[in-house]
């Protein structure tokens, strides 16, 4: 195979001279990506992804690297001109296993040795090992009447000889994100190891193994003897109206059924066994139809079929989580402000400390002897690397690699700072800001205004590699990003108090958030500012538009314009239903009252408008209504459209034109600064 350079990625002694600059889009995106990583059994040795982009190919390349735990040795396993991902180490630790065109790979930890453990036509991918290194778990999307892989290439290949294209649908999500799901589902297979031999474990079921919607990159896992399987789907058909995601259990062993186990009509998702095979526990939601609702950590007795909630006195929502090697404690994320911070929960006591507060951090993992916790780390200021902390009361923070240390030695950027102010009701709301690079205080900034998506969503103290802060504040900018109503990390109450209120509290905390700023920072210059927002944070620019005049110009990125239309062509229709409180027809009021398109004949601000055709979340109707709207008024505005994009901007040139067409058109309508 042939193979590539090893780029040198760590030179901790390198000294950099030249004078340092702001961030732009090019080092955005010359930034390298850590993914999904794995730690060896005896924890010494992690192996992890690493995606290269590049403008030229206007794409990005992922390549496997190992690294000692103690950050030397880094060294690469797959290297090459092919994407190769999901690096998994066996149980013995002798070999890797990862995922290339379709098919699951092993070979030795030098890289030797390569083989394929399957051969499947409709691919593998989601793989896991069982304890014993005898089976392996792993999905691939089939037709549901086909119970053999030469069916399912018939059916491909019937399909794309013929000349009618056409499609019947039956039922609701026929499309998701950015997906035409087709005729196919996502289904959970059983590889034998030793002889390649596979079988499909769903086989004949409609529903996908794991979810479409709502569940986690965690949904199915082997006990850990290796005899039961436990794994989550939506039993109901009306997927686009139901978010009663299910976890059930399936003996290897015998030939019984399934085996329902959850009593939630909300989402559970996330089933775990404890390594001393008597617990498993998932994540799951109370309502039904909510798919923001706190996610309570369940613990099921496999013995008694006891179940007890650990979480329900708790007001944080569960992300991700892990067992300890001795099964008494478990490790878990959760949002925290603008921090998504590690805790420790012991299982007898039901005690919840604080473990590791600071910055975003995601995909923990033990090591076997539970002496070390790892984890990805990211900063505003600091793409993602692995960082390790000791769980032995000292909590000693290590960083293993140095991915990007190169590029990030010749930028200025200013961490992330926040502020408190009165929103809606007397409730307190949080908001970063972030200052440009060679700030100087006597001096005046034009502001950013950043509204996030979600609703329940949050900006957080991470490296976005879209909506990256520090870009902004690159550009010359001062960055407001506020957290108001609706927000996660802030308590549930607080999230759940944006529903069938879209336009109010909300947009009083952050309107509130913005005259705070302008008010209280003598550094940001009130005769010039702007907004941007992406999803709901479009919802509400375009509601801005119809009710606030305080900003130059703003930008809407695929965001919601007409609420009627767009519960009839989004894909998941328990979201409007839930904020708004059912459909059009039996709650007209509230789409009336909180639809921004019946306020646009206030429009005056000038708005640029981003929209992507293959968005199903936002369908492009919503910025052709918003722009020919604006237009009609004759309000200032630009359209740009992306025919091969989707609820985001991922292909290198694409973002870059995205970029420097919201930099043109905020300076298109800055006012001469202040002296």
């Known amino acids: 195979m042939l193979k590539k350079l090893l780029v040198i990625l760590f030179i901790p002694t390198l000294i950099y001279t030249q004078t340092k600059r702001a961030i732009s889009v090019d080092d955005l995106w010359a930034v390298k990506r850590i993914g999904t990583y794995d730690v060896s059994p005896d924890g010494k040795t992690l192996a992890y992804t690493l995606t290269t982009y590049t403008f030229a190919e206007n794409k990005g390349n992922t390549d496997i690297y190992l690294i000692d735990a103690d950050g030397k040795n880094l060294r690469p396993l797959k290297n090459s001109y092919k994407n190769e991902i999901e690096p998994k180490f066996a149980p013995d630790g002798k070999s890797v296993a990862f995922v290339r065109d379709g098919q699951i790979w092993q070979c030795n930890l030098d890289g030797s040795n390569e083989k394929r453990l399957t051969n499947i036509y409709t691919q593998a991918s989601g793989f896991d090992w069982s304890s014993d290194e005898k089976k392996i778990l792993f999905t691939s999307s089939v037709y549901p009447e086909c119970t053999t892989q030469e069916c399912n290439e018939q059916k491909d290949k019937a399909k794309e000889g013929s000349k009618v294209k056409a499609e019947i649908f039956t039922e609701l999500m026929y499309r998701h994100w950015n997906d035409w799901r087709g005729q196919k589902r996502s289904h959970l297979f059983l590889l034998d190891v030793h002889t390649g031999n596979f079988i499909d474990l769903t086989e004949g079921n409609k529903e996908d193994v794991p979810p479409p919607a709502l569940g986690s990159s965690n949904d199915y896992n082997f006990s850990h003897d290796g005899s039961e399987v436990a794994y989550s789907l939506n039993p109901e058909f009306t997927l686009a109206t139901s978010t009663n995601i299910e976890i059930y259990l399936l003996s290897l062993n015998s030939p019984e059924a399934p085996k329902l186990i959850s009593t939630s009509k909300g989402v559970d998702c996330q089933p775990v066994y404890s390594p001393n095979g008597e617990w498993l526990a998932w994540t799951s939601m109370k309502r039904a139809g909510y798919e923001s609702d706190k996610k309570d950590l369940i613990l099921f007795n496999r013995k008694t079929g006891e179940v007890k909630n650990l979480t329900d006195n708790y007001d944080r929502s569960i992300e991700e989580f892990i067992w300890s090697p001795d099964s008494k404690t478990i490790f878990f994320t959760a949002g925290n402000e603008i921090y998504n911070s590690i805790y420790k929960l ?36 600091l793409p993602a690397e692995i960082f390790s902390l000791s769980t032995d009361g000292k909590k000693t923070l290590k960083r293993i690699t140095y991915t ?23 409730d307190k709301v949080q908001s970063i800001l972030v200052k440009p690079p060679f700030f100087d205080p006597n001096k005046k900034y034009p502001m950013i205004f950043l509204i996030h998506g979600g609703p329940q969503g949050a900006w957080e103290d991470n490296f976005h590699y879209r909506w990256n802060l520090q870009v902004f504040a690159g550009a010359g900018y001062v960055v407001v990003a506020p957290n108001p109503r609706g927000s996660t990390g802030y308590g549930q109450k607080f999230t759940d108090e944006i529903r069938n209120d879209w336009g109010g509290k909300v ?21 010039n500012t702007f907004a941007a927002g992406a999803s709901y944070g479009g919802y509400m620019i375009n509601w801005i538009e119809g009710h606030s005049d305080r900003f130059n110009a703003l930008f809407c990125h695929n965001g919601t314009f007409n609420l009627e239309s767009k519960w009839g062509t989004t894909d998941e229709l328990w979201f409007p239903e839930w904020e708004f409180g059912g459909t059009p027809w039996n709650n007209t009021e509230a789409y009336e009252k909180w639809s921004p398109h019946r306020y646009i004949h206030n429009a005056k601000t000038p708005m640029l408008i981003v929209h992507g055709a293959k968005d199903f979340r936002l369908s492009e109707e919503q ?42 058109w905020f300076n298109e309508y800055k006012k001469q600064e202040h002296k």
């Open 346 to 381: 012991e299982i007898n006591s039901g005690k919840i400390d604080l473990f590791h507060k600071d910055n975003y951090n995601t995909r923990i993992q033990l090591s076997k002897d539970g002496k070390n916790l790892f984890f990805l780390k990211q900063r505003s200021d």
């Open 404 to 426: 990007n240390e190169e590029i990030l030695s010749q930028l200025e950027m200013n961490p992330v700072e926040t502020f408190w102010c009165e929103g809606a009701n007397g």
């Open 507 to 527: 947009y009083t905390d952050l309107m509130n958030s913005y005259d705070y700023a302008i008010q209280n920072f003598s550094f940001l210059d009130s005769k």
């Open 623 to 664: 910025a052709f209504q918003l722009f020919t709207s604006l237009q009609r008024l004759g309000v200032k505005s630009k359209f740009l459209y992306f025919p091969d994009e989707t609820h985001w901007v991922t292909k290198p040139q694409n973002a870059k034109l995205w970029w420097n067409t919201v930099f043109d």
